[in-house]
C-alpha cells in the first residue's frame, strides 16, 4: 500500500508540472491506487493536446486513442488523424484507422482515398457467375458489412468514413458491361484506378481483385504480383485472389 501511495504521490507532483509524460507512468505503477486510473487518463489526454499544438499530431492521436473515452477523447484523436492525413505524403504514408493500417492514396480538397495497407486473405469475388457485377458481388457485401464490423473503427471514425458513389463502367478492353453504379463504404479499385495509382504497387505481393469486369462475363479483373492490371480477368468463382478494400475518409 506504501508503494502504491508513494506512485501516486508522485505521478501528482509530475502532474502538477505538466510532465504528463512521466505522471502517467507512476499512475500507472501506482495499481489503482485512490484516482490514479483518472488521473492517468487526464494525463494522456493532456499530452495530446500538447502534440496537438506542436503539430506532432501521429503522437496526439496515438495519446487521445489512449485516453480511451475520457471527455471527448474520441474527437479528438480523429482530428489529430485527419491533419495527420492532411500533411501526409500520398503513395507512401500510411495512417492507422480502426486496427487496420491505410496507405494514403490521394488528398482531394476536404476527402482522402485510403488503401488498406495489407491485403485480406484470398477469398472468392463471388459464388455464382450469374452475379459477377461489383454490385451483387459476394465482395461488396462483404467489406460493408463483415469486414466493416471486424476493423473495429470507434464511433467518430466510423463517422468519417464516406458512403461514397462508386462508378462501376465496364472493361474498356474487352467491352464487358460492369453493371449499375454503387453508393459504398469500402470498395475496390477499378482498372483505371488501379492504373492511375501503379507506382504503389511496384513493390506489390499477390494476385488481387479489381471492382471491374474481366474479359468475359463471370469474370473480374485482378493485379498481379507485380502490379499489373489484368483486364482479362479470372472467374468470379476461384478463392485464388486476395483483396485490398479502398475508402474515402472525410477531412472536414
Known amino acids: ?148 464490423d471486424k476493423a473495429v473503427f470507434s464511433p467518430e471514425e466510423m463517422k468519417n468514413i464516406l458512403k461514397t458513389p462508386v462508378s462501376n463502367g465496364g472493361n474498356s478492353v474487352y467491352g464487358v458491361a460492369g453493371g449499375n453504379d454503387t453508393s459504398d463504404y469500402l470498395f475496390l479499385l477499378s482498372n483505371e484506378e488501379a492504373r492511375s495509382y501503379e507506382s504503389v504497387f511496384k513493390k506489390f505481393k499477390g494476385r488481387t481483385w479489381l471492382r471491374s469486369p474481366g474479359g468475359a462475363p463471370g469474370s473480374a479483373s485482378f493485379l498481379t504480383d507485380k502490379g499489373l492490371v489484368m483486364d482479362y480477368g479470372y472467374a468470379v468463382t476461384s478463392d485464388e485472389f486476395t483483396a485490398m478494400p479502398a475508402m474515402w475518409f472525410n477531412l472536414q
Open 1 to 148: 500500500m506504501q508503494s502504491q501511495q508513494y506512485q501516486n504521490h508522485i505521478g501528482n507532483v509530475l502532474y502538477k508540472v505538466n510532465v504528463y509524460q512521466y505522471a502517467v507512468k507512476f499512475y500507472h505503477h501506482s495499481d489503482h491506487y485512490k484516482n490514479s486510473d483518472e488521473q492517468a487518463l487526464k494525463c494522456l489526454y493532456n499530452m495530446g493536446l500538447d502534440y496537438n499544438e506542436k503539430g506532432e499530431y501521429r503522437k496526439a492521436r496515438t495519446a487521445f486513442k489512449e485516453a480511451g473515452d475520457y471527455k471527448d477523447s474520441d474527437s479528438k484523436k480523429v482530428e489529430a488523424l485527419k491533419e495527420a492525413i492532411r500533411i501526409s505524403k500520398p503513395g507512401t504514408s500510411v495512417i492507422k484507422i480502426g486496427k487496420y493500417t491505410w496507405k494514403v492514396l490521394e488528398v482531394e480538397d476536404n476527402k482522402a482515398l485510403l488503401l488498406k495497407n495489407k491485403v485480406l486473405p484470398e477469398m472468392t469475388f463471388c459464388s455464382s457467375v450469374e452475379n459477377a457485377s461489383w454490385e451483387d458481388s459476394d465482395l461488396r457485401k462483404f467489406l460493408n458489412n463483415d469486414f466493416i
